[in-house]
């Protein structure tokens, strides 16, 4: 496979698993790790519940969906793009598989879109507390976009701008920063060990796996859980099996795994069942190749002062 070849088959790989784990998890979210018994080893498929179908995504997918179709439009990133598109899901069901509200939105994102429609610029000292684990599960996106015009440090800035809109605190602009470069440097070819010794040298990640169980929204505990998956298997399936298997906050937990793993191992590592079943899986695809084929993808405007 050419170089060329390779890059997309890992920026396919990294949205269609977003949405893999996201549609995969969903049905299972916050359910504990002892009542996960959903999930088959031998022949893994999609489930359904009374929320979703089978295959369908849920918030962490269709946020995905809102930054691409703005830096897909507006040729770069404009904060302000952006954020009326999450207004628009979060108001009007933009991008949600039946075209109503989102089902599922975090306290903070939904507080961050409130915020915004009051008052759209935010001020250096404006930040808070909360770390939610929204900031990282809709990334693959920026990351793809920058993939072929923009080097690492360009890309994690803009990863970080990503996160402010919602997630606007210290902790969730370090490991964002953290996951894009991660996200990035597999894409350029780093293996395992590299990316290990890379995020030790950044911060301290749980790497005890009987740590990692029924855990909820934090941004650290899904980074260490993502993390976790792809370091202890050796393809897609097996991690993200292991990682829904940890309960909690499944959906976002395998939309971030999927994000490492699909980049990792590519888009026809991916089983096929999973990549194919997924809810609209030939607009996912296309998406990525869009993304990828973007000629800049500069920062235009921001609402951060």
């Given at each position: ?20 784990g996201d549609a995969l998890g969903a049905p299972i979210e916050f359910l ?95 930040t808070t507390e909360s770390a939610g684990n929204g900031a990282i599960m ?168």
């Amino acid at each position: 496979m050419r170089n060329k070849e390779k890059l997309q088959d890992k920026a396919r790989g990294m949205l269609v698993g977003l949405a893999v784990g996201d549609a995969l998890g969903a049905p299972i979210e916050f359910l504990p790790a002892s009542a996960i018994s959903v999930i088959d080893d031998e022949i893994p498929h999609f489930h359904e519940n009374s929320r979703l179908p089978k295959g369908v995504w849920t918030d962490d997918t269709e946020m995905a969906l809102c930054l691409a179709d703005s830096l897909l439009a507006s040729k770069g990133y404009d904060s302000y793009d952006i954020m009326m598109k999450f207004v628009a899901w979060c108001d009007n069901g933009y991008r949600t598989y039946d075209g109503k509200s989102p089902m599922d939105i975090g306290v903070q994102t939904a507080r961050a879109i409130g915020e915004f429609k009051d008052e759209p610029v935010i001020f250096g000292d404006d930040t808070t507390e909360s770390a939610g684990n929204g900031a990282i599960m809709r990334l693959a996106p920026v990351i793809i976009a920058n993939l072929g015009v923009s080097d690492i440090d360009a890309t994690a800035q803009m990863a970080v701008l990503s996160a402010r809109e919602t997630h606007n605190s210290k902790t969730a602009e370090m490991v964002t920063r953290i996951f894009a470069e991660v996200l990035y440097k597999i894409c350029q070819g780093d293996d395992k060990k590299a990316v290990a010794d890379f995020v030790d040298s950044k911060m301290e990640v749980e790497k005890d796996g009987n740590k990692l169980y029924n855990l909820g929204g934090y941004i650290v505990d899904t980074f260490a859980i993502a993390l976790f998956g792809l370091m202890n298997f050796d393809n897609f399936k097996d991690g993200m099996l292991a990682v829904l298997r940890f309960g909690g906050d499944t959906d976002t937990n395998g939309a971030c795994y999927g994000q490492l793993a699909g980049a990792y191992y590519g888009y026809e590592a991916i089983l096929e069942e999973w990549r194919e079943g997924v809810y609209l899986s030939d607009e996912l695809v296309k998406i990525a190749d869009e993304l990828l084929e973007m000629d800049e993808c500069p920062v235009i405007r921001t609402r951060f002062r």
